[in-house]
């Protein structure tokens, strides 16, 4: 779900230098940004684009417009990005992990496998090692947010490291982690809550606006990081895999289940972002307008109420102010802060659409789910995006799709999944030709990746998601009852 901004990503080292050469040409009057305000800093996993605190000079709207810019990368430098979580629970008793037990494991993985530890205010609440981040979330799900990589097997090394090391401290602490997108059994009140004020601030917030607590607490996801070269070739990469994310939804669906039974949808997780802040969520369609760019981002997220503010290691409620307003000086109870890029770049972390634009694409329309599916998700859009030839394809393919159309299958497809009709039959057709184009990609990427996919083919072919599966399992072998379940996914 990734609801609080990871460090995460793609980002490569950046000075002014590298700045000149990687922003747009659409942007090439904002080099004068003040070369005052620009150093190197290490962000989490990241050396990026920041603003130093000395900056004398305020921040300006083309400042927000060079940070996107300064994302651009050569295709030699694109890279991979994986981000996925995992519910905890106790083996002997089914119930959520405790904080107890969590703590357990982040130290028993520091003290096996060489992690730094991540302290906050004198408790464990994640850790580091090189550019990969083990963190938590509010419900003490557990992400590991990977390193930039060249290849989907190296993806795949990583993913298998991470679950190997996981389950061998797991297995001594009696814990387990599942591969789904929904906690299936447990009660909200059951949950384990993760006690950070950022996390307080954001969930307050989102209990005003949307589906509550719920997304923060109970559900699971894998998330895609991916590179673009220009704003050109950003505004082709949004567009495609926005379009195609409730096609991800439908094949990666894997939430069935609440409360101990059937909840009436296949990917409840992407169900609940849809009745969660409209003003930060769905899939916004001014992406698909001409005048869409790195400065048109920018105007839609200078319009989204803030969270927080990180002053000091604490964190200050933003009360709704916009950004825009703070950039403005039109603020009351925070008039005596200053912005700077890195509140910038937290705001953006608080803004969940079904493709994020960071200083790299998110892609966020898929349920957590087994081992060949998280590795599944990372060749689908490789394979799809970073070879032009399939790119250029799926925007043929969706150049007259509707705002309507979108926005029917964005709502829809939580509910049916591949059987979701569109235009002139289900969608599981749309979902094969699309799969057809993704192992092309990976084919002419001359890696040898193309087998990642063979677990969302099947899904693709059989029209039978990894949800309805579950469904028929729950329904027949295990009695009605989520049970099993525990076992059969479990990593």
């Known amino acids: 779900m990734a609801l609080v901004f990871s460090s995460c990503g793609l980002g490569a080292v950046m000075n002014l230098s590298a700045l000149k050469t990687n922003v747009s040409s659409s942007h090439k009057k904002f080099l004068t940004c003040k070369r005052s305000k620009i150093v190197a800093s290490n962000q989490g996993t990241n050396t990026t684009a920041s603003y130093s605190a000395l900056a004398t000079e305020p921040l300006t709207k083309e400042d927000l417009i060079a940070y996107f810019s300064s994302g651009c990368k050569t295709k030699e430098m694109w890279r991979i990005g994986t981000e996925h979580e995992k519910i905890g629970f106790d083996v002997k008793t089914l119930r959520p992990i405790t904080y107890e037990q969590i703590t357990a494991l982040l130290n028993g993985i520091s003290e096996r496998f060489d992690w730094d530890k991540v302290m906050e205010t004198g408790t464990i609440i994640g850790l580091k090692q090189g550019m990969k981040n083990i963190s938590l979330e509010r419900g003490c799900q557990l992400e ?3 390193a930039p990589l060249e290849t989907l097997h190296q993806t795949y090394d990583e993913l298998h490291s991470h679950l190997y090391q996981v389950k061998t401290v797991a297995e001594d602490l009696g814990i387990g982690f599942l591969g789904i997108g929904y906690e299936p059994k447990s009660s ?40 673009y070269s220009s704003e050109t070739d950003m505004i ?55 005048s869409f760019g790195f400065e048109r981002y920018v105007e839609y997220a200078l319009d989204v109420p803030m969270c927080f503010l990180h002053r000091n290691k604490s964190y200050l409620n933003c009360r709704g102010m916009t950004f825009r307003d703070f950039l403005s000086g039109k603020t009351s109870h925070l008039s005596h802060e200053q912005p700077t890029i890195n509140d910038w770049e937290n705001h953006i972390g ?53 705002t309507e159309e979108r926005e029917m299958l964005r709502t829809q497809v939580p509910v049916t999944a591949l059987k979701t009709m569109f235009r002139d039959g289900p969608l599981k057709h749309v979902a094969e030709d699309v799969l057809k184009l993704a192992k092309d990609g990976l084919e ?23 949800a309805e599966k579950l469904l028929k399992l729950y329904n027949g072998d295990w009695g009605q009852s989520v049970d099993p379940l525990f076992h059969e996914m479990q990593y």
């Open 144 to 146: 590991l947010s990977g």
């Open 444 to 466: 002419r990427r001359n890696y040898k990746e193309t087998g990642f996919l063979d677990a969302v083919a099947e899904v693709a072919i059989t029209g039978v998601t990894p």
């Open 188 to 227: 909200l009140e059951d949950a384990t809550i993760v006690r950070k004020r950022r996390y307080d601030i954001i969930q307050g917030y989102l209990d005003r606006t949307g589906s509550g607590p719920d997304l923060g607490l109970r559900t699971c996801t894998v998330q895609v990081n991916l590179d």
């Open 236 to 290: 082709r990469k949004f567009r495609a895999s926005l379009a195609l994310q409730p096609i991800v939804t439908a094949l990666f669906a894997n939430s069935p289940f609440s409360n101990g039974k059937p909840n009436g949808f296949l990917s409840i997780r992407s169900h609940l972002w849809i009745d969660t802040d409209k003003n930060r969520t769905g899939m916004i369609p001014f992406v698909f307008y001409d």
């Open 350 to 402: 608080t803004i969940w659409p079904e493709v994020r634009l960071k200083r790299y694409l998110e892609m966020r329309g898929a349920d957590g789910g087994s081992r060949e599916m998280l590795c599944a998700l990372p060749a689908f859009w490789v394979g799809l995006l970073y070879d032009e030839e399939c790119l250029q394809a799926v925007l043929d393919m969706i150049a007259d799709w509707t």
